[in-house]
């Protein structure tokens, strides 16, 4: 804390979390926001993309709708799969895509 207020580097350490209470408060709330994303998954910074696509993981397979409403971003993240860096493919493979697709099958057998 610096003169009471959060500093900007605490506060950037917790826009996902920031991110992923607004998807379950209120997810239109994030139309301007989640574009922006893309961004992040391309960032030199490994970390930033692996949180990156840990957070669109969650927000995708949360809520199977927000594929087609932010398909390019789906398709962002899906790109991914080329990244350089071994541990974001991984996080995809173990992490992400698992729970979007269970999430979709799930979805498509209520139906």
């Known amino acids: ?26 997810p239109s709330l994030l139309t301007f926001v989640l574009p922006n994303m893309a961004a992040q998954l391309k960032i030199e910074d490994v970390e930033t993309r ?10 995708f397979s949360s809520r199977p709708e927000s594929i087609d409403q932010y398909y ?9 799969f080329r990244d350089s860096e071994a ?3 991984i996080s995809l493979i173990k992490d992400a895509i698992p729970r979007v697709l269970l999430k979709s099958n799930k979805e498509q057998k209520e139906q």
């Open 72 to 80: 390019q971003l789906f398709r962002d993240f899906l790109a991914r």
């Open 1 to 26: 804390m610096v003169d009471g207020q959060n500093s900007e580097s605490e506060l950037a350490d917790r826009t996902h979390e920031v991110i992923l209470a607004l998807d379950k408060i209120e």
């Open 87 to 89: 541990r974001v493919r």
């Open 50 to 59: 692996l949180a990156a696509v840990k957070l669109l993981g969650t927000i």
